[in-house]
DNA sequence: CATGAATGAGTTTTCATTCAT
DNA sequence: AATGAATGAAAACTCATTCAT
């Protein structure tokens, strides 16, 4: 699943051409979708970009919505575990939480595909997700490591006790996506780009900033 | 929602009509828009719930488009001067912020339609608002209340010097928004209903405590 | 009706503004079936191109038919009767054919309007002209003068006697329509203006001999 | 009318049935828009007298105005290299001459639909025509043949030297499109059928005489 | 598996005309 | 005589989906 493995010789070719054909159809219906909504985005558009035909899309996604919903669930999937990949064990609960917080700006900043498909779903009341079958797994990872860092620095009396992981994990994500989601709007207005490289390190040390800051706050001082 | 009677009074019937029919349409357009997106909005179904006709659509707003761009455009109107109608002079540096925040707040709670609408007018990567007479009218508002209240902020030492207005507005922005914007995939992903009544005092605190925390974080205490 | 009265003091005001109203409608309704053909006119932009409004349009001439068969009829009134400014007695009938050749050659250079909208009529098979109650004045006016001057020619053994005055009608009509009538076609294609006031009198001469010879070629000869 | 089997024999059916999907639609086309004009024409009705749906009318030609550029430049096609059919450097040039004014005069009979198509054209300004890539292929075609005769024609010492083949073919062309183009107004008014077969010899001699005349006029007597 | 052609049902847009005042 | 608002019918155009080969 995860390495390329070249197979052994004399392996179904066909098989293989069938899923290069279905992971590039993904490929470019996840970018129609994300440049431009579901309702937005043409079937014959994304057939177009594809080396393959109209005909196939059908073939292996059954219609429109199937191949956004396919589309969905592979992105959701690409964040899946992100949190496992970090190892916050053996530092302390400021420095796992700051460890944390960075690890999902740098993810967001590279994935803007992801939430521009995470803002169309909510216009869509996340009606598709909702009915997903991958839905069950996605909350557990994205919490569970944040869920710990957090009693940890609970017990060690370093952060507050007034709020919960899903509540860090919301602001969290609400600065991570503002970034990239109102990206456009904010640069319209304001004239300046969320995602201009030249203040992605500010942006980042600020949401460590602004997690720990909130976190520590008060505590232990009284 | 408050009625602001239009023109001078004894002006002819037939103009208030006219008015009435505008506005009409402008409501239902908006939330058609908000609830549906840009392209899968239908001229046919708002029309369907005016008074009116499709023909007077067009009538009045020339386009599929030109409508959108009417409705975006009153929604953003809303927002502007929001910040005037707070006086927070009296008020020392921190809790004029925390006034802000929450009065930011409370408006992005009473009005769902508009931020849906600004998720949707990033999914056209702001077309619309680029081209807008109104655009250049909104940056001030936002942030000139808020600068205003940093400066004095620094000026007392009490705010730290890292981060400018914008800044700030973003993290005010982002944590509001996310609640309506992200609302329903954070809903079907964590069961956590972000605008359930209950909730909404525990959020617009956490709002304050997160903005004063940061910005007063270490200063002073050197 | 030729010459503008001021009229007595205290005449029908109204009525001359009236009077005023129709030509001016007339003059852009002129202007708009010529430059866009009948079905291609927008009574909305009559209307917009005049100081009145489309309910006059409709209170005058009853429907866009209505304006269009009046803007034919007076473009055809403009003229009928031309052959009879020209006074050919005393001519010798070689120099009265070309004068009334030219006549022609300038009249229709001077009316492109008139011409684009015979070319219109044309496209809708004179449907409109055929009803019109004007259409019995229109052929005596256009042949009786060369009918006289053909006879004159022939009676003096100087033009054939194969073709009628209807005829040479027909070739100078050609001669002369061709030029605004297919215009932007022959421009487009041979790069050459037909219009172009530097060959005005090269095309003038041209027509005059064409006709002349032709009528006078081998007669007499024998 | 000439049923011209496109591609190698053996080529794929269904690409041969999009081959007369394709002409059906723009037979049917030409007549529509050859009767009514541009504004006039409806794609509903070309539609539904054609064995396709209008769905088809897009899907070959993209637009209503797609259509009637395809319309144009296959009439304009049909009479391409019309003069190459011609083989008239063993004829003397008056012969010659006549030979091509005659052949212009048949053709120009023979397809009333595409002088129809050249007065809409030209009440749109020529604009299609002005931008369509055939357009550089057809002035050629149309003054070749004929410079090469009226060249001829002055080395004899017997054609006049005031004019060029553009000339020339301005007055040819002028006469045959008339007969046509001005068919119904010519009609109405004068009660003469300018297209009745039996004026159709007369007419043709004219032509060719009228041609004939004007250029052997004077030359060589003085 | 693959492909271009085809389609029906909808969606936006237009336009001449009329109404209320 | 004049005006802006309103309208219904029709016109152009679009799109997801399926068919024939």
Redesign the pocket.
């Known amino acids: 699943m995860s390495a390329q493995p070249t197979g052994p010789i004399g392996a179904p070719e066909?098989?293989r051409?069938?899923e290069r054909?279905r992971a590039e159809i993904l490929d470019i219906a996840t970018a129609e979708f994300a440049d431009r909504g579901y309702a937005g985005?043409?079937?014959?558009e994304i057939a177009a970009r594809t080396r393959?035909?109209?005909?196939?899309i059908?073939y292996y996604f059954g219609?429109?919505?199937g191949l956004y919903v396919a589309v969905l669930e592979r992105a959701y999937q690409g964040i899946r575990g992100l949190e496992q990949q970090l190892d916050v064990d053996h530092l302390d609960p400021a420095r796992a939480m700051r460890a944390l917080a960075e690890l999902t700006f740098d993810h967001h900043e590279s994935h803007p595909a992801f939430i521009r498909l995470v803002s169309i779903e909510n216009i869509h009341h996340a009606e598709h997700l909702r009915t997903s079958p991958i839905l069950p797994g996605l909350a557990a990872p994205a919490v569970d490591v944040l869920g710990g860092i957090l009693a940890r620095g609970r017990r060690a009396g370093l952060f507050r006790e007034d709020v919960d992981a899903l509540d860090v994990h919301m602001v969290i994500s609400a600065f991570c996506i503002f970034r990239t989601a109102n990206r456009h709007t904010f640069q319209a207005i304001f004239d300046r780009d969320l995602l201009d490289p030249d203040r992605r390190d500010h942006y980042r040390r600020m949401l460590g900033d602004l997690v720990l800051e909130y976190l520590t706050a008060h505590v232990g001082r009284a």
Do not use: H, I, L, N
């Open positions: 066909r098989q051409d069938a054909t985005a043409r079937v014959d393959t035909t109209k005909r196939m059908y219609s429109k919505e």
